[in-house]
């Protein structure tokens, strides 16, 4: 395994006390594996992620166990992360325009992490990154390296920090979010050089987003989040096509599916995601699920196994009538 | 389309031309045609969806269609009464019969405000609308939204995301308009609140008679609540037909790479990865503005811009002189 999460949990300080956003994760992903994590607002999926990168929040406190490389992350001094950030691991955010530098040149931002942590001279690191931007597929990477940031389209600009990430060839890439802003056919395009760098590079993937299908089309594994709480994980075809839990068939059939008659009712959830200090002892779906018995209200279900690699929280997953 | 149905709404060639800020000073200013000309009409009781990428000119259009924008050239006419000629009084009362619902439930109520307030101030266009009246609209309107009379009297932030897309809608719905204009109505909503909205506004169409103008980059979304569906590409309609025959069946290129590029939950039907093709040339100017990106560009492509034409029957039109698979009929 490259990466093994065990019990992760992040607690975030507020004005009523500590608030855990992510409650006990446990997963893992071997080299060259892609895992999706789905979840929506409040989910914790992209403090997850942040938490793997050592990026959470001043203030919070991490617990359980994430274990890249055999080295343990958490309680990892500060240095040390950073040594391995933009290295080993690296991170692509759903808004290039603001995880990039406005005021410096494309070229030079790409060409820092190989400054930093390969020693290369400037000179050699600027002719690396015209060479990572046109391995990313930018139409000029010339020109492009020159650009700032505003020069350049939503598109480009999310290549331009694919490149900055890959440039160090880290074993574990994180992309938050990394399409949401873009067209659907810019989407396709981005997702594809991310599958295609994958493939070259035998490089591990996790991919943050709203979006269970961007999921289905990119990933071998997905974690489903919700208010904080893994509630299934296994492979993506088990779980989309066999899902053990209520949650994940409600996303499923929330939906509107292509080719169905107009206007046909949609299946929908009542109430909202909750906010984090609105979960309560018991399952945080409960209430809105329409299986809730009393047990999930008042206490958490853990954890239970459906074959190879495929677990689900829920009391009621026995009861879950197969989908058609 | 058949004939004889009076439109709704009609759009006749609107051009729109933006001009942009000068280089340097007293430079010419540089132009950017948002709208090339565009056409459409919407019949009664028949939700249009319209779909395409940023900087399509899809909002400009909306904007247009409410009049909140004024085209260089073309005419817009609200159940025939053209838009841009009437005096201003008259454009006023006939806005009461079309409103808008943003994208932004977060951004587009204002927090210091009641809901009541919020959701009646539509009124104020029509007039001479008394106090009781008013209460009883907003009380109305809140319940056909599913939400509460009582819920008048609160705040926004007391309200879900979801609730707030209702709070829109509610508002939208007070002056009983026959056209509203949704621009991205759901996506700023989580999977599991975006159908509530979904299945309301279908509800709205079948029971309120109201008749949606819908933008989407969302095709699912857009097949969902429209009949008859535009795609467009840089200011044009490339290809316009009932919803379902066009994202079944794609005449213009451009459809089809619209359609594969969206996510899709069956695994049979996985996206298929794009060709990450360089641009072959530059658009030319007097060719196809999609010909550079075309996977099936032929020379005459980039010399010669194609014009929306009848295809297949079936009320479809496509800008192409290669249009897709005409041998098969569409299915489904």
Redesign the interface.
């Known amino acids: 395994m490259l990466i093994e999460v065990k019990d992760l949990v992040v607690d975030l300080p507020s004005s009523e006390g500590a608030v855990r956003i992510v409650d006990g994760a446990t997963f893992g992903l071997a080299e060259g594996e892609s895992l999706g994590v789905v979840g929506?607002?409040g989910s914790g999926k992209t403090m997850t992620a942040l938490a793997l990168m050592g990026l959470a929040p001043a203030g919070a406190r991490i617990g359980g166990s994430i274990r890249f490389e055999g080295r343990e992350l958490v309680g990892l001094s500060e240095e040390a992360m950073r040594g391995l950030r933009g290295d080993r691991i690296a991170m692509i955010f759903q808004e290039p325009m603001t995880a990039l530098n406005p005021l410096r040149r494309v070229g030079a931002q790409v060409a820092e992490p190989l400054v930093l942590h390969r020693g290369m001279s400037r000179k050699a690191a600027l002719d690396e990154a015209v060479r990572l931007l046109e391995h990313v597929?930018l139409?000029d990477p010339e020109r492009a390296a020159r650009a700032y940031p505003f020069g350049l389209s939503?598109g480009e600009r999310q290549r331009a920090m694919i490149a900055m990430a890959i440039g160090c060839g880290p074993r574990l890439v994180i992309a938050d979010e990394p399409t949401t802003a873009l067209?659907?056919?810019?989407?396709?395009?981005i997702?594809?050089?991310l599958?295609g760098l994958r493939a070259e590079s035998g490089m591990a993937l996790i991919l943050v987003s709203?979006?269970?299908?961007?999921v289905?089309?990119h990933c071998d594994q997905v974690l489903v989040m919700y208010g904080g709480l893994i509630m299934e994980s296994g492979p993506?075809?088990v779980v989309?096509?066999e899902p053990r839990n209520p949650y994940t068939r409600?996303?499923?059939e929330?939906?509107?599916?292509?080719?169905?008659p107009?206007?046909v009712?949609?299946?929908?959830?009542p109430?909202?995601?909750p906010h984090h200090r609105e979960v309560g002892p018991g399952c945080p779906f409960a209430g809105?699920c329409e299986m809730t018995a009393d047990v999930c209200r008042t206490t958490r279900p853990p954890p239970a196994a459906f074959g190879a690699g495929h677990v689900s929280r829920c009391w009621r997953a026995e009861d879950l009538e197969p989908r058609r | 389309m058949s004939a004889g149905e009076r439109p709704l709404l009609e759009i006749v060639d609107v051009r729109k031309v933006y001009r942009l800020p000068r280089p340097r000073p007293f430079a010419p200013h540089p132009v950017r045609v948002a709208l090339h000309g565009v056409s459409l009409s919407v019949i009664p009781g028949r939700s249009f969806g319209i779909v395409g990428?940023?900087g399509s000119g899809k909002t400009t259009l909306a904007r247009i269609a409410l009049a909140l924008d004024r085209p260089d050239s073309g005419v817009v006419r609200l159940e025939g009464a053209s838009l841009f000629d009437l005096p201003r009084r008259e454009l006023r009362a006939l806005r009461a019969h079309m409103q808008l619902i943003f994208q932004d439930p977060y951004g587009s109520l204002d927090p210091r405000m009641r809901v009541e307030r919020i959701v009646a101030e539509p009124l104020a266009a029509l007039g001479g609308v008394s106090r009781a009246e008013r209460r009883d609209r907003v009380a109305q309107s809140l319940q056909a939204v599913g939400l509460r009379a009582a819920d008048a009297a609160k705040y926004p932030h007391e309200f879900?995301?979801?609730?707030r897309q209702r709070i829109a809608i509610a508002r939208a719905l007070i002056t009983r308009p026959k056209l509203v204009v949704a621009d991205e109505p759901v996506s700023a909503l989580?999977?599991?609140?975006?159908?509530?909205a979904?299945?309301l506004m279908?509800d709205l169409?079948?029971e309120a008679g109201v008749t949606f103008l819908l933008i989407s980059?969302d095709?699912?979304?857009v097949?969902?609540?429209?009949?008859t569906t535009a795609v467009m590409y840089r200011g044009r309609i490339v290809e316009i037909g009932p919803?379902?025959a066009v994202?079944?069946a794609p005449a213009h290129p451009y459809t089809r790479?619209?359609v594969?590029?969206?996510?899709?939950?069956d695994?049979a039907a996985?996206?298929a990865?794009?060709a990450?093709r360089?641009?072959a040339a530059h658009a030319r100017a007097g060719g196809c503005p999609y010909a550079p990106r075309c996977a099936t560009a032929e020379p005459r492509c980039l010399a010669e811009a194609p014009t929306l034409t009848d295809i297949a029957g079936e009320g479809r039109r496509a800008a192409c002189h290669f249009p897709l698979g005409l041998d098969r009929k569409a299915r489904?």
């Open positions: 929506e607002s597929r139409a939503g067209d659907v056919t810019v989407q396709a395009r997702l594809a050089l599958e709203h979006d269970l299908a961007v289905a089309g993506v075809d989309l096509g409600a996303l499923l929330a939906r509107p599916t292509p080719g169905a107009r206007g009712r949609l299946k929908t959830i109430g909202s995601p809105r | 990428e940023s879900s995301g979801g609730q989580d999977v599991s609140v975006q159908a509530q979904l299945n279908s169409v079948r980059h095709l699912g979304v097949a969902h609540i429209c009949e919803t379902d994202f079944a790479e619209l594969d590029a969206t996510p899709r939950l695994l996985r996206t990865a794009p990450d360089a641009p489904r």
